[in-house]
């Protein structure tokens, strides 16, 4: 299944959802997603980054597999499986994957450049 497809689903199985390579050993499920909602698995190869970057979404990630040094603003902390972190609006953050690793990302509102 497409992720575009995905606007009026409320019930998902993850075989259902076809995972989108990003290059450098990571790759993204769009899992569901409306306007206001977005919830995203990100699977990292070990030694993988996630670019520092900034956005103006709201961003919850659960550390659901691996373990991660995640870059926060200035802060630096290292994450393991069943650790949160938050990024604020337009907070600078990024992470590096110290062990094959999943992150299950929660944006509000929807980030429109993933449906691209």
Not at 45 to 72: R, W
């Amino acid at each position: 299944m497409n992720f575009k497809d995905l606007t009026n689903k409320t019930l998902i199985a993850d075989n259902d959802v076809d995972w989108e390579d990003l290059g450098a050993g990571v790759r993204r499920k769009i899992m569901a997603y409306d306007d206001k909602l977005m919830l995203v698995k990100v699977e990292f190869e070990k030694d993988s980054f996630g670019t520092i970057h900034n956005h103006p979404h709201l961003q919850l990630s659960y550390v659901a597999k691996g373990s991660f040094e995640v870059m926060m603003g200035d802060d630096k902390k290292i994450l393991n499986e069943g650790d949160v972190f938050f990024a604020p609006t337009m907070v600078f953050h990024g992470v590096l994957c110290l062990e094959p690793g999943l992150l299950i990302d929660v944006f509000n509102p929807h980030r429109e450049d993933f449906l691209k």
